[in-house]
T-cell receptor, first 107, second 117 residues
Framework: GENVEQHPSTLSVQEGDSAVIKCTYS??????FPWYKQELGKRPQLIID?????GEKKDQRIAVTLNKTAKHFSLHITETQPEDSAVYFC??????FGSGTQLTVLP | ETGVTQTPRHLVMGMTNKKSLKCEQH?????MYWYKQSAKKPLELMFV???????ENNSVPSRFSPECPNSSHLFLHLHTLQPEDSALYLC????????????????FGSGTQLSVL
């Protein structure tokens, strides 16, 4: 079955800096890669997703890149703000999730 | 509010009890999911129902029994659980079945925090 690995498990950045979280997957048939943000005590919420027919997608300060050949995809957050602090999960389709990255944005 | 409602929010049960978790979605989706979220572990997919038919089951122990009477309601029946089953159980819904091309965005409920004593 599919296996998704996510790195790093924790990430601290200064406010205004960029943050990058990386995931790799194993099943070349996977064609949909969402990213979810989960604030403490709250439900996961989709922040951005990408399909296998594109290499990059942007939404304001958030972007996702996909390298199908290498089977990895990354989340990029620019100009980070304290409210970006949360756990971020990548996934391959809805079936297999990464282990999560605790992002802390320091004011 | 995402349109996915889970009850109860918290549940404490003994190992010999039988209880059920309930999920309801008001988004017109045709797929519903149960996930388990334990501390320090990834979200684990337990069950998927698409068009009311179970399409995937990741070898979940039989002490967890799902039921999907219609496309808007999903239950998780629990019996003779173990302490290691203590976790947050999340329900989610989406428009398409796994691998489908139409809008696979998941909408999660707030979860049921389960403690097994």
């Amino acid at each position: 079955g599919e296996n998704v690995e996510q790195h790093p498990s924790t990430l601290s950045v200064q406010e205004g800096d960029s943050a990058v979280i990386k995931c790799t997957y194993s099943d070349s048939a996977s064609n949909y890669f969402p990213w979810y943000k989960q604030e403490l005590g709250k439900r996961p919420q989709l922040i951005i997703d990408i399909r296998s027919n594109v290499g990059e997608k942007k939404d304001q300060r958030i972007a996702v890149t996909l390298n199908k050949t290498a089977k990895h995809f990354s989340l990029h957050i620019t100009e980070t703000q304290p409210e970006d602090s949360a756990v971020y999960f990548c996934a391959a389709r809805q079936l297999t999730f990464g282990s999560g990255t605790q992002l802390t944005v320091l004011p | 509010e995402t349109g996915v409602t889970q009850t109860p929010r918290h549940l404490v049960m003994g190992m010999t009890n039988k209880k059920s978790l309930k999920c309801e979605q008001h988004l017109g989706h045709n797929a519903m999911y149960w996930y388990k979220q334990s501390a320090k572990k990834p979200l684990e997919l337990m069950f998927v129902y698409s068009l009311e038919e179970r399409v995937e089951n990741n070898s979940v122990p039989s002490r967890f029994s799902p039921e999907c009477p219609n496309s808007s309601h999903l239950f998780l029946h629990l019996h003779t659980l173990q302490p290691e089953d203590s976790a947050l159980y999340l329900c989610a819904s989406s428009y398409s079945s796994p691998g489908g091309e139409r809008g696979e965005k998941l909408f999660f409920g707030s979860g049921t925090q389960l403690s097994v004593l």
